[in-house]
């Protein structure tokens, strides 16, 4: 399918590994020119090098923390004008309600719900002066969904889906499209971080840990950031031009509710 993308300009956050590159590299197929950004250069680098020689499309990087204010303003000025933003940060640490302190939270609000409305003020109006634009927001099935130990995520997560909820009726009108990706658990190195936990609180290997997980799923398996790249790719496309202001789920059928 020919997604009407090429020749667009995307920016994508955290997008050296996990379902950011995944997301890159399936707008890249699509032909799209990318700026991507991650604080670890050396890894950019090497998946920018990667995605220039597969598919043969320009690639700026960035290495910055977009979480904070420096961050962002270096991200935004070599980004430029912008046709499709996709958000994405590495989400906080699991934990328990009685642990966590208001700078944690404050932590947490940075880095998955004001970095983003960051973005987004700077880039909509450019987006809307242009008559079209596309952003893709991944947050969390937590959204839909809350999980206990994963509370931090759950408030910040849930603040930036208020938030576009209301945004992307604003913005429809001129031809920019917000809509938010909720995975579930993928084959990412969150994914290693949280088996991990399990097995050394459990004591089991992380083999057993990650099949303790399969068994949760009905798809009896974590997603790739391959079909989560092609899931964003989608909603970047000329395809999606109706959809506004939803929260999709990419989980594998771990979520079990009727909406």
């Not at 947490?108 to 893709?136: F, H, Q, S, Y």
């Not at 910040?156 to 031809?175: C, N, P």
């Amino acid at each position: 399918m020919d997604l009407g993308i090429r020749g667009k300009r995307a920016l994508v956050c955290a997008s050296s590994k996990g379902l950011g590159l995944g997301c890159a590299r399936a707008l890249a197929e699509a032909g799209c020119d990318l700026v991507m950004n991650a604080r670890g250069a050396e890894a950019l680098e090497e998946a920018a090098a990667r995605i220039r020689e597969e598919f043969g499309v320009g690639v700026k990087t960035v290495a910055a923390d977009v979480t904070t204010g420096a961050g962002q303003a270096q991200v935004l000025e070599a980004a430029g004008e912008v046709d499709i933003l996709v958000t994405n940060a590495g989400g906080p640490p699991p934990g328990s309600w009685q642990d966590w302190e208001r700078e944690d939270f404050i932590k947490a609000l940075d880095a998955n719900m004001l970095t983003p409305i960051a973005l987004m003020k700077a880039l909509l109006p450019g987006m809307m002066e242009r008559g079209w634009g596309r952003v893709v927001n991944i947050t969390s099935q937590s959204v839909k969904a809350p999980i206990a130990v994963l509370g931090l995520s759950n408030s910040a997560r849930a603040g930036l889906t208020g938030y576009v909820a209301g945004t992307a009726r604003q913005v429809a009108g001129k031809g920019v499209n917000i809509n938010n990706l909720l995975p579930g658990i993928h084959a990412t190195d969150r994914a290693d971080s949280l088996d991990k936990g399990v097995a050394d609180s459990q004591g089991i290997t992380m083999e057993e840990a990650r099949a303790q997980r399969y068994a949760t799923l009905p798809a009896g398996r974590y997603g790739t950031k391959e079909e989560f790249g092609a899931a964003c790719a989608f909603l970047c496309s000329q395809h999606a031009g109706f959809i506004f202001g939803q929260n999709i789920l990419l989980d594998g059928g771990g979520v079990n509710a009727t909406l």
